[in-house]
């Protein structure tokens, strides 16, 4: 079956630090992937997607790379604030409509 | 910019009682979905809606679980007779289209707290 794992939180950084939350996925076939993040109070919000092997996603200066050989989708960001403080979740779509989500990863991010 | 709302945020029953939560998804969207969130776990699928019927539901979604849209704006979720596990953060989203690739649009949640 379909399965995600990312990093477990909480993970504190600095403000201007780099940051990178791994995510790594189990699925047959071609999934799309997905950053999905929570801000405090608020529904989950796509960050950003890549739907084929290579293909790099980015938004608001994070990226992440689908990387078909290692199974991986890692976010990074080069230069964080404290406005990035939120729950970020990994997640991947193998066919048809269902998103399967990794475990969430608490970011804090200190002035 | 448009949004999917939910209610209400924190919904607190008893045991044995039956429960609805509502979902307005964004308005031209012809998908939706519900997931839920046990505390401290991962966020899980239960099921999808097009055209009027449900597309695909996972193993949690069963007999005690029911979606309805009575309207043209509402999606319901419908409990009905919640048991101490129902507890979660359920999630109500909505997308233009279906498909692996496609963006699901996320509602805040509503806290069901079963005592």
């Known amino acids: 079956g379909n399965s995600v794992t990312q990093m477990e939180g909480p993970v504190t950084l600095s403000e201007e630090a780099f940051l990178t939350i791994n995510c790594t996925y189990t699925a047959t076939g071609y999934p799309s992937l997905f950053w999905y993040v929570q801000y405090p109070g608020e529904g989950l919000q796509l960050l950003l997607k890549?739907?084929?092997?290579?293909d790099k996603g980015s938004n608001k200066g994070f990226e992440a790379t689908y990387r078909k050989e290692t199974t991986s989708f890692h976010l990074e960001k080069g230069s964080v604030q404290v406005s990035d403080s939120a729950v970020y979740f990994c997640?991947?779509?193998?066919?048809?409509?269902?998103?399967?989500f990794g475990g969430g990863t608490r970011l804090m991010v200190k002035p | 910019e448009p949004e999917v709302t939910q209610t209400p945020s924190h919904q607190v029953t008893q045991m044995g009682q039956e429960v609805i939560l509502r979902c307005v998804p964004i308005s031209n969207h012809l998908y939706f979905y519900w997931y839920r969130q046990i505390l401290g776990q991962k966020v899980e699928f239960l099921v999808s809606?097009?055209?009027?019927?449900?597309?695909?539901k996972s193993e949690i979604f069963d007999d005690q679980f029911s979606v309805e849209r009575p309207d043209g704006s509402n999606f319901t979720l419908k409990i009905r007779s919640t048991k101490l596990e129902d507890s979660a953060m359920y999630f109500c989203?909505?997308?233009?289209?279906?498909?692996?690739?496609?963006?699901?649009?996320f509602g805040p949640g509503t806290r069901l707290t079963v005592t």
């Open positions: 890549a739907t084929k092997a290579d």
């Open positions: 989203a909505s997308s233009d289209f279906g498909g692996r690739a496609v963006e699901q649009y």
């Open positions: 997640a991947l779509n193998n066919a048809g409509n269902m998103l399967t």
């Open positions: 809606f097009y055209n009027n019927e449900i597309s695909e």
